[in-house]
């Protein structure tokens, strides 16, 4: 997902692939949900596959080493599959960082700090620890809300714990860029004056650093879509990689050979290239995700052909779990024209000062 | 390289990866002449990575099929890094082609038999055996003049070995479709009244058997251009992917639903779609190529940033052949409107009768 995405942008990427499963809906990104669904039935979310050890994902970076071919603008992190893999993974963003060092803003490291979701780590505890050390070498995380909790130490109820999560990323990892994927803003309880969107939206919240550390925070509101997605993690960051790239540059200011990409302070939040970039990647989202329930309704519209011999409810329950998945998946390659070119329909919006706790105000 | 092709040109690709290197140019391909330009220093070739093994090429494959995720249109198979990795590989093909048997045309296997390349073999002995067992699962081959003569036995040296060894290649694996991917026909002697294109001109040579088991030849003569690429049967292959199945679809007579879309015989070879599918593919891929060779040489024009202390003979040379490597990687994702949409700039030619050998005429 991340590759193509990157490359139907013009990216040229060199994919080092951290896992290799037959059916990445299961593997990756299990839903909360849906396993509940399925109950005890552990033979629903069956899948193969390998893992890359940390030791191979080494060796492979080494061998770009050798062959000179390490001049990456930017790296995008995601899933790996255990604490040594995220160590590995954060070595090489390190060691890029490093080489980069005495040309500001020629290496921007993206790292989506993939833990959990809706309350729940789905990897290992000895994960977490391996990622609040390498987060301080990152330019931009990308956590969703959970992820969020758990690298700040901070429940996020109400707006201004948001906006706490926010600040205390900033402060903690020195990381200059955040966005915050998903926050069901509705729930939170009401402690400000901004308007809080529908039960049926979601916000998305990014925050570029000023000079003091403080948060540039602004938020963009979008429908959400009644289905689960598989990907959208990764359709997410390889869009961001591509749009904030361009936004930088189309910046001016010196800003891409400027540390981190860091605007300057005059820059008003909702300015910033992170959400200028922030919108147009969701208004690609939205369309490629909207065309995607189309043909899922469509698909699951046809009659199912008849199973030759009976199925036990187990069964037929499992078949249609398998094709309601395998309906849902993202079309992806047929929509490579809203990646490209997308509508811009969603608006960056400031937060308003009051809407911060007093100490951040 | 294959994968990006074809979901380029709108195919949704499952990949299944047997190789995760870190320099593909090094791995997959070795170029004999440039092999023989690094001489002893086994240094030049370093590469990184890992090669899946037949097992896990079998469990990913069996995680698809328990998941319902079986039901592809096209298999592509290229590079397997062992015989058991090709065994592997082709009871895959088999039983998909066991899965469609009462769908005549529903699943089309295209099989690149990647064993070597000017005059020799760069896998393993054992992997030709191998090889020979799954080619008759095969709707359509893609060997290079090397590989069809490993394959047919016949060594091609003149256009009447060349008709031989195709039309061996259909009577022993009874394989429907054939294109020998390249072949220098000003190399062999003029054994029959078919112009001969000059030295630096390469040509594709393509077959459809006729219900009889006889070849139905087209030939298309390209001018070569003056480099090596890596990849370059890849994307040959992924493109003839895509292109074969709009040909196969556009030409109507209910050909899409016919066992290995074999065209009826009435249809002259020059008429194929297979002829009509090569000349869209060697368009698209002259065009790229060529915009390949431009940036390669925009960039090894500008000047090497000098090199912090002294570098030996030898580094010095290994310096400028990975950056040469570099400087040669096909330039894809900036292309890909010549995927989508290339300007035909190539004719198929049939054979003329003559040029045939007695009892092939």
Redesign the interface.
């Known amino acids: 997902m991340a ?2 995405v990157m ?2 942008l ?4 060199a994919a080092l ?1 951290t896992v ?4 990445l809906q ?1 593997g990756l990104h299990p839903n909360p949900d849906s396993q509940e669904m399925t109950g005890n039935h552990t033979g629903y979310r ?5 893992r ?1 050890t940390a030791q ?1 994902i080494s ?6 080493c ?4 390490t001049d990456f603008d930017v790296m995008l992190s995601g899933y790996a599959p255990s604490a040594a893999a995220v160590e590995s993974v954060g070595t090489i963003g390190i060691d890029l960082q490093q080489k980069a060092e005495k040309k500001p803003g020629s290496f921007f490291w993206v790292l989506d700090p993939v833990m959990g979701d809706q309350g729940r780590l789905y990897v290992n505890d000895d994960v977490v620890p391996a990622y609040k050390k390498i987060v301080p070498f990152a330019d931009l995380i990308l956590p969703n809300q959970f992820e969020a909790e758990v690298l700040s130490g901070i429940k996020i109820t109400s707006l201004a714990t948001l906006a706490e999560a926010v600040t205390a990323i900033h402060r903690i990892y020195s990381v200059p860029h955040v966005i915050i994927t998903s926050v069901q803003l509705f729930k939170l309880s009401q402690s400000g004056s901004t308007p809080t969107p529908p039960e049926n939206f979601l916000t998305v919240i990014g925050s570029t650093t000023r000079s003091d550390g403080s948060p540039r925070l602004f938020r963009v509101d979008i429908p959400a879509l009644d289905c689960f997605f598989s990907g959208t993690g990764d359709m997410f960051a390889a869009l961001t990689v591509a749009r904030l790239s361009e936004a930088v540059t189309a910046a001016g200011d010196n800003l891409r050979a400027t540390k981190s990409w860091v605007s300057p302070d005059i820059v008003a939040a909702t300015d910033l290239p992170l959400a200028q970039a922030t919108i147009k990647v969701l208004s690609s989202m939205h369309s490629v995700l909207e065309r995607t329930m189309e043909s899922r309704n469509a698909e699951l519209a046809v009659a199912v052909p008849a199973h030759n011999g009976d199925l036990t409810t187990e069964e037929q329950a499992k ?1 249609d779990y ?2 309601q ?2 309906a849902a ?1 993202v079309r ?3 929509n ?1 024209r809203v990646l490209r070119d997308p509508k811009i329909q969603f608006k960056v919006q400031d937060w308003r000062k009051e809407d911060l706790p007093a100490h951040l105000q």
Chains 1, 2 share one sequence.
């Open positions: 590759t193509f490359q139907s013009g990216c040229e990427v692939n290799h499963f037959s059916t299961s069956q899948f193969k596959g390998t890359a191979e060796d492979l970076y080494q061998g770009l050798q062959s000179n071919l078949r398998l094709r998945t395998k998946e992806l390659v047929r490579t």
